[in-house]
């Protein structure tokens, strides 16, 4: 039985689009909301 973190949608989806966190996910969202980052920066 897969542990719960492999299972997850957003993590698979991280994978194979190349990010090293699913929470890119959650800062995309904020910043259509809040207009936080700019094209080429880095966030750690």
């Not at 897969?2 to 090293?20: L, W």
């Given at each position: 039985m897969?542990?719960?973190?492999?299972?997850?949608?957003?993590?698979?989806?991280?994978?194979?689009?190349?990010?090293?966190s699913r929470a890119v996910y959650k800062l995309k969202a904020i910043d259509r909301k809040y207009?936080?980052?700019r094209a080429g920066q880095r966030v750690l």
């Open positions: 897969p542990r719960p973190q492999e299972a997850d949608y957003y993590r698979q989806k991280a994978q194979a689009e190349g990010y090293a207009r936080l980052f």
